[in-house]
């Protein structure tokens, strides 16, 4: 699995559906046919990398623990041309409110091209991307690229746009600089996912890596389970053939959700949350702290129950975890259960609690900006211990499906359903990543006919996520946009409306087209 390469395809029609191949055919052409208007000259080959929607298992990929995503059908593709007289990068957008990118790479000491975390532009992801890239591999002396991108991903809607752009330059430049490679092999697609996540780190984005792994690895027709420690592990997961079949639906609030801007108060925060709570658990469970001083959730797991000696006694292993993290959901309780810890502390009440000085607490877990007064231990560390639970039953319960006869979908749907709505509970209780828009439109999806709704991508705006019968998804998306969008946004209509809610098939990962289209 680790060895396997970026597959390079030259038919674009296995990456979509037989309803969208149509559409993207046109877009891919367009994409080439402005590219040699804008260069003078044809693309050498088009980096492509989708999207993804998290079906569940919210916040809990830095923490650790293992999540169930599946790769949509709305990508980034940057067509590329390999320029050997220069190492200047070109960099453009087909949408042209996007300022173009230009830049002479700077040497490996100096990291190649500037990026500003705080100057929050579109194009430090593809600079992300390149930097990342040029650091794993070493070249001192890269080539120059000709590069235009068009993306279908939606901004800010927590369908991971800006890792499938991250993803995307990544796989754009190693292919640019295949040649340079020397004795090194060209990574496989694990690699390049490993490397995805560190860079977009440069953007400032303390992330887990589910958005990169699932753009990069996923498969067809299967969501994905992306397993983070001790080492990154994915395996599809398939959903049985029902009468009718499954489908999921995506509605975006069109509440932009952008991570890079608003991390110091959400997304890095929380992490920093996690990261005291796993301590000061470890602490009173009387689990040592690595040399690094640094842990996380999943680790105190599995400190705790190598500890106590635990004993499977015959389970399965979904069995076993979900007793597992039924029991720390318990200690949990117990240990930050005082009306002191769970109305939340202060940053200097955490690092006490954590045995260490404010100074030695910034210096292993804020490696990123954060701005916040109150920490809460309690309601993240029950979140992440409970949504992890949610994504071994989702699992199991698609895993065991496969292998009966009888199965009835409605049976399969409220079980699946309902995993989903109490994740949806959980992000706004305890996790408090959802909002007044978020909380609205789960609530109309149930009642016009979703077995379970809940927010995807980090919350706080952005899309919901929808199980759906597939004979219903017609009807289901009108009631949506009736009582949704003609109430909060009745300027969007046709096209526009298209775009913020619709279905979507499981997608393939990314991919390098050499092809003709």
Known sequence: MTSSPLPVIDDISILYSEPKIASARARWIDLSIQFEKRYGRVPDFIARSPGRVNLIGEHIDYAGF?????????????????????????????????????FTPKSKQEGYVDINPEAHIW?????????????????????????LMSGTVPTGAGLSSSSAFVCCSVIATIKAQESLLGGNKMPSAHELAVISIRSERHVGTMGGGMDQACSILSKPKSALFIEFHPVLKVTPVYFPATNPPIAFVIANTLVASDKAVTAPVRYNLRVVETRGAA???????????????????????DAHFAKIGYQSAGKTDAEADIEKLSEMVKIVERVFGTEEIKSGVSYAKMCELAGLSEDEFKKLYIQQPIRGDIFHLYRRAKHVYSEEKRVVEFRDICEKAMHQND??????????????????????????????ELEELTALARRVGAYGSRLTGAGWGGATVSLVAENKVPEFIESIKKEFYAKHHPELTGEHLDHAVFATAPSSGAATFVGRL
């Open 279 to 301: 301590r000061i658990l470890a602490i009173a469970l009387g689990i040592p702290i690595p040399a690094s001083g640094k842990l996380h959730l999943k680790q105190v797991v």
């Open 407 to 436: 199965l009835k979908a409605e049976t399969l749907f409220s079980q699946l359903g309902g995993l989903m709505d109490a994740s949806q509970d959980s992000c706004h209780e305890l996790f408090d990543c959802s909002c007044d």
């Open 66 to 102: 293992g999540v169930l995503p599946m790769a949509i059908e709305d990508d980034c593709l940057i067509a590329v041309a390999v320029d050997e007289t220069s190492s200047d990068v070109k960099f453009a957008n087909l949408n042209e409110k996007y300022s173009p990118l230009e």
């Open 123 to 147: 194009s430090n992801y593809f600079a992300a991307g390149y930097r990342g890239l040029l650091d794993e591999v070493h070249i001192e002396n890269p080539k120059g690229m000709l590069c």
